[in-house]
């Protein structure tokens, strides 16, 4: 069964850095698709960035591009969101996901889920 867990998540000041990790385990990852989604205090699930496991192509959104970078560790079985010039909006939980296939910006596409970690950002 595939499992993933988030750690990283914290308080930090507006233009400051978080690092956010999400350990997969349960089967090999190679044709997967992984990403990272947030909800905000009233808000729905959305997407952050996602990327295919194999060939490590990334694709972001609009909002975290230039402060964020997605990446992976083949090795460690671990992906990251480092997370810079963090501002109050990005206040969420964030969540990790997982499905077969590619990157795709809908979060009911994906099968797997992690139980988020709490970011929050002060002004």
């Known amino acids: 069964q595939v499992q993933l867990v988030e750690s990283g998540g914290g308080l930090a000041h507006a233009g400051g850095s978080l690092r956010l990790s999400c350990a997969a385990s349960?089967?090999?990852?190679?044709?997967?698709?992984m990403a990272w989604f947030r909800q905000g205090p009233g808000k729905g699930r959305e997407f952050v960035a996602g990327l295919r496991w194999i060939s490590g192509v990334t694709d972001k959104s609009d909002s975290v591009k230039g402060r964020f970078t997605i990446s992976r560790d083949n090795a460690k079985n671990t992906m990251y969101l480092q997370m810079n010039s963090l501002k109050p909006e990005d206040t969420a939980v964030y969540y990790c996901?997982?499905?077969?296939?590619?990157?795709?910006?809908?979060?009911?596409?994906?099968?797997?889920w992690g139980q988020g970690t709490q970011v929050t950002v002060s002004s």
């Open positions: 349960g089967r090999t990852f190679s044709s997967y698709a």
């Open positions: 996901a997982a499905r077969g296939g590619l990157v795709v910006r809908l979060p009911n596409e994906y099968a797997y």
